[in-house]
């Protein structure tokens, strides 16, 4: 059974060390998270899974790490200046403050009062100055999205690659919105990590992608170790379209508190590419220059055969990384009361994601040849490249073996006094059946890589 309540999540966060409040000894900064010695493995290894199959399993997609500082034009020309907001509204009565869409029959969700404010539009993004002198002129953003910086790149994808349509660009980075409200650990953050793809089709052939790739997506989603009971496809109703969006069906998760966006699949037509292009006064797409426009590139395709030129559909996946992260945890956590009526605490993560993929423990502390020997194992199973590979010598094998199932990690393998003075086996226990068998030390490299390779 899934986690029930977000409290339980967070204390083990912080008890093993996945996720912490930012700047915390100074009394912390709301909205945004620091991951731990823990948290950083899950999220690397989310995010690798995510580039694996979105980049190196497929042959259509490119990769790109573009910077968050980003030029104000473009987030003019893409609507966000503009539109890139959500209704605000203040409670007269306890001062609070609230977006208007989240609250539930017009009542402050702190004091219950309806004496609030009419909803009002504010900007979600972050502005900064670049330089030393702070006006106009040297304003820039923090990216909303990564999205944007994909757009602004597209000719130079287009032209370091010679991909013709449909091709995609995918991307993994920070984005930044100044959320009205933070609540929901890191489900709402103001400092969050997102992995977007936007994949570039001819237009007229956009439906049809948007159906295959939600498809794609909830798929691999449930690959991850969600299960389909806890997810649901939901479409945006047209009045609750985003600015760009002719349809968005967003893939929802049932987290602690309740069943949320964890990512959405917009439809966003040429509006991105179309509006970095044109937003010049003589806007002639079919030629080859175009005069007086702030942005100096064309972002269109030109057909092979008939030589005119597109500005393509843009098919849009886009995943928060912390949500994942969230959903995984809420998903993976639960607790086990066990024959003897102990209980404990597991984190059934897959494999690929646990944050340790092996521990290593020596059996007792201080006892030079088995420190040794559970070193050496814990190198060679290192060098496999699968990830974290944990030596532990703290001498309590039962305490060691329920902090790994807190953990997540997949298996445990001990060194004892009989793996050093008779036989050279070791023990390995597996998280999630208990079960222990003995293995000679030499067959292990070859039982890990198969575990992973299947498990
Ligand atoms: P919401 O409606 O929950 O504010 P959104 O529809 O604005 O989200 P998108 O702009 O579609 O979100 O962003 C794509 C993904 O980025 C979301 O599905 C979500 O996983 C993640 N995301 C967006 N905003 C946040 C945030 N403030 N904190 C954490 N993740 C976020």
């Known amino acids: 059974m899934a986690a029930q309540s977000m ?31 823990l948290g950083v493995e899950l999220k690397n290894n989310l ?60 009542k402050c969700p702190s004091c219950g009062s309806t004496d609030l404010t009419e909803p009002r539009a504010f900007n979600l993004m972050f502005k900064t100055h670049i330089g030393p002198v702070e006006d106009e002129e040297s304003i820039a953003y923090l990216r909303p999205e990564t999205a944007q910086s994909t757009f602004v790149n597209f000719k130079n994808v287009l032209d370091s690659t010679s991909r013709r349509l449909p091709f995609g660009i995918a991307q993994i980075g920070k984005a930044f919105r100044n959320e009205i409200t933070c ?26 992608w948007h159906s295959r790739w939600i498809e794609m997506r909830l798929d691999w989603w449930v690959r991850q170790g969600l299960s389909e009971n ?10 609750a379209l985003s600015h760009y969006s002719k349809a968005t069906t967003d893939i929802m998760y049932r987290f602690p508190h309740g069943l949320e966006e964890l990512e959405g699949i917009a439809n966003r037509t040429d509006f991105d590419l179309g509006s970095h292009t044109r937003n010049q006064q003589d806007y002639d797409i079919q030629a080859n220059v ?9 972002l269109a395709i030109q057909d092979l055969a008939t030589k005119q030129w597109i500005v393509p559909f ?67 199973l290192q060098s496999l490249g699968l990830g974290r590979i944990l030596f532990e010598d703290t001498g309590n094998i039962g305490k060691g073996y329920r902090r790994h199932d807190e953990v997540g990690t997949p298996i445990c393998v001990t060194v004892d006094f009989q793996t050093i003075q008779e036989d050279d086996t070791v023990t390995i226990r597996d998280r999630d059946s208990m079960t222990q068998e003995r293995l000679p030390a030499a067959e292990l490299s070859e039982y890990v890589r198969t575990y992973f390779r299947t498990g």
């Not at 998903?331 to 993929?357: C, D, F, M, Q, W």
Request: a negative charge; aromatic letters at 8%.
């Open 7 to 37: 409290e339980e999540l967070v204390a083990l966060c912080k008890r093993r060390g996945f996720i912490f409040q930012a700047s915390d000894i100074y009394g912390g900064l709301q909205g945004v998270y620091d991951y731990g010695p």
């Open 230 to 239: 806890n997810l649901k496809l939901e479409q945006h109703a047209k009045e």
């Open 47 to 106: 995010k690798a899974a995510w580039w694996r199959a979105m980049v190196y399993e497929r042959d259509d997609v490119e990769g790109l790490d573009a910077a968050i500082l980003t030029n104000r034009a473009v987030l003019k020309y893409s609507g966000h200046e503009n539109t890139f907001s959500d209704p605000l509204v203040d409670c007269r009565n306890c001062k609070s403050r609230w977006r208007a869409d989240h609250l539930q029959d017009s």
């Open 290 to 298: 175009i005069e007086n426009r702030e942005s100096n590139s064309k």
């Open 183 to 208: 609540r929901n650990f890191i489900f709402r953050v103001r400092e969050l990590e997102q992995m977007e793809l936007e994949y570039f089709v001819e237009p007229g052939s956009d439906e049809e």
């Open 314 to 380: 843009v098919i849009e996946p886009a995943a928060g990384v912390d949500r994942g992260v969230l959903a995984l945890m809420t998903e993976a956590y639960r607790i086990e009361e066990l024959e003897n009526g102990s209980k404990r605490t597991v984190l059934g993560l897959a494999p690929h994601l646990a944050p340790i993929k092996v521990a290593v423990l020596s059996l007792r502390r201080n006892v030079p040849e088995m420190v040794e020997k559970a070193k050496e194992i814990k190198r060679t």
